[in-house]
């Protein structure tokens, strides 16, 4: 089954404890992305990756980091968590050369930095 | 730049009514515009897009949308409402090739009363 997967499905952790989120797709999409989705903001676009070795920030990249060392891996890390991080975290997942293609999304990872 | 608008967070109808959700884009080039689907707990998944071409589009479960390009919107409409609709609904707008950010409007929760 074609799917993005999303690890771990929920997440509570302290200010200050690096953490990792990981995404998975099964596709061989080139492109892949993460969102944050906040109450009243919808989803807005904090890093992507067009393809391995290849990653460049979105709307609200600070405080995030990201890798593409493999086609299928994009995992999102959070050096320093503070509560402002505290949201809804979506990873997606498209071919590439298409702009008008879907993206394919994950369940999402809520996360609470207290 | 593109944004986009929708025009209320909360909408409620009766099972069997029509259902219309308000979209409207700002975009300073032809638009890709679409609609995504967000049900409880889970990922986005696309309804229906418009890339180019006939501007009444259709999409899945009865769906549909309509590119008006004078009044710059993409309004979602489904003629009978069921149960199984209730859903929090996304219009997103893309130009960005490269990117491939989707900017997508902060959503309408629609409730579907029996």
């Known amino acids: 089954e074609a799917q993005v997967t999303q690890n771990p499905r929920y997440l509570i952790t302290v200010t200050g404890k690096k953490l990792t989120v990981t995404c998975s797709q099964n596709m061989n999409h080139e492109y892949m992305s993460w969102y944050r989705q906040d109450p009243g903001l919808g989803l807005r676009q904090i890093y992507y990756s067009m393809n391995v070795e290849v990653t460049d920030k979105g709307d609200v990249p600070e405080g995030y980091k990201v890798s593409r060392k493999e086609k299928r891996n994009f995992p999102l890390i959070l050096e320093s968590p503070s509560p402002n991080q505290t949201s809804l975290y979506f990873c997606?997942?498209?071919?590439?050369?298409?702009?008008?293609?879907?993206?394919?999304f994950g369940n999402g990872t809520r996360l609470t930095v207290t | 730049a593109q944004s986009v608008t929708q025009l209320g967070s909360h909408v409620s109808v009766s099972e069997g009514a029509l259902v219309l959700l308000r979209c409207n884009y700002s975009s300073s080039v032809p638009p890709y515009l679409f609609w995504y689907v967000q049900y409880p707990n889970q990922g986005l998944q696309l309804l229906l897009k418009?890339?180019?071409?006939?501007?009444l589009v259709k999409g899945i479960n009865g769906f549909e949308a309509e590119f008006k390009k004078s009044e710059t919107s993409f309004h979602l409409t489904k003629p009978s409402a069921h149960m199984s609709d209730a859903a929090e609904y996304f219009c997103a707008v893309t130009m960005d090739t490269g990117r491939r950010a989707l900017t997508f409007g902060s959503g309408t929760r629609l409730q579907v009363q029996p």
């Open positions: 997606a997942s498209s071919v590439r050369d298409r702009v008008n293609s879907p993206l394919h």
């Open positions: 418009y890339t180019t071409g006939a501007t």
